[in-house]
């Protein structure tokens, strides 16, 4: 009897560290694209969300809890994402763009914003006002190379990126003269 109930209690613990272990694997792992990826990144970005910390690259958004678990994200296949901090005085380096880290100069300002790509069609003119932290989302077609004109109170700049996968998603090197 005691055998079997020994038997039991081993085959219990071992059934529920497979499902503890099995339910780590799929915190770390790539999320299922059940999740409104779009909704998601505007939270982390706009600062709804506070506890944990989140970065997206040209292939995905990562986020990192305060455990230190990450969850993956896939973007969408046909659009990138890129986060721009224009500036007039003060700016810093940034490739991969952290949502709940890079801080612009420019924090809710308005934005004229003109975009075309390199055939000349216009994707985006629009007045757009940046972040609580300084940037301006957009999400465009990716494998593309755009033309983008921003203009504030008087001051323009004017320059070039693409949407290729290894293309960065932060662009903090936009000075208005």
Request: proline share 2%; hydrophobic share 30%.
């Amino acid at each position: 009897m005691r055998k079997r109930l020994f038997f039991i209690s081993m085959v219990t613990i071992i059934v529920l560290s497979g499902c503890v272990s099995q339910q780590s694997e799929n915190n770390n792992g790539l999320i299922k694209s059940d999740v409104d990826i779009k909704q998601l990144v505007s939270d982390y970005s706009s600062g709804n969300i506070e506890d944990q910390s989140a970065s997206i690259n040209s292939m995905q958004l990562i986020v990192t809890n305060q455990d230190n678990t990450q969850l993956t994200y896939a973007l969408p296949e046909d659009e990138f994402f890129v986060s721009i901090a224009p500036y007039v005085e003060q700016t810093h380096p940034c490739a991969t763009h952290s949502l709940t880290g890079c801080r612009g100069e420019l924090v809710n300002k308005e934005f004229e914003v003109y975009i075309e790509d390199s055939e000349g069609n216009v994707i985006r003119d629009d007045k757009l006002t940046s972040n609580s932290h300084g940037f301006i989302d957009l999400w465009l077609p990716r494998n593309k190379e755009y033309r983008i004109s921003i203009t504030q109170n008087e001051k323009t700049v004017e320059s070039k990126f693409s949407t290729f996968e290894s293309d960065d998603t932060c662009i903090t090197t936009m000075q208005l003269t």
